[in-house]
């Protein structure tokens, strides 16, 4: 059983800038994709960020903010966020997928998600 652990949530001012990580405790080598999600209260969770092999992509909301990166062979993913606002203000999940994607940013293609973390940015 795969169990997506993420960490570096918190509290920030903004323009500030946060660091969230996740490992998946469980999983076995392989090709893999990640997402990084988020759902702020009473809206529905949105794609933030993707990253196969390499190969990223963004929302726009945080493009240019935001860097996506991913463990070399090992299960880990990064997401650091710059340039924070306080719209960013979410829950932020991970989630893996052990098989490709058509459409990243659709929360039915992952199989395993992270518990979630929570980041605030006050203005």
């Known amino acids: 059983q795969v169990h997506p652990v993420e960490s570096g949530g918190g509290s920030v001012q903004r323009g500030g800038s946060l660091r969230l990580s996740c490992q998946a405790n469980?999983?076995?080598?392989?090709?893999?994709?990640t997402a990084w999600f988020r759902q702020a209260p009473g809206k529905e969770r949105e794609g933030v960020a993707f990253i196969r092999d390499g190969d990223t992509d963004y929302a726009d909301f945080v493009r240019g903010r935001f860097t996506i990166s991913q463990g070399n062979g090992e299960p880990t993913s990064h997401l650091q966020m710059n340039s924070l606002k306080p719209e960013d203000t979410a829950t932020y999940y991970c989630?893996?997928?052990?098989?490709?994607?058509?459409?990243?940013?659709?929360?039915?293609?992952?199989?395993?998600w992270g518990q979630g973390t929570q980041v605030t940015v006050t203005s």
């Open positions: 469980g999983y076995s080598w392989g090709s893999f994709c």
């Open positions: 989630a893996f997928s052990d098989s490709g994607v058509e459409i990243w940013g659709d929360v039915s293609e992952y199989h395993y």
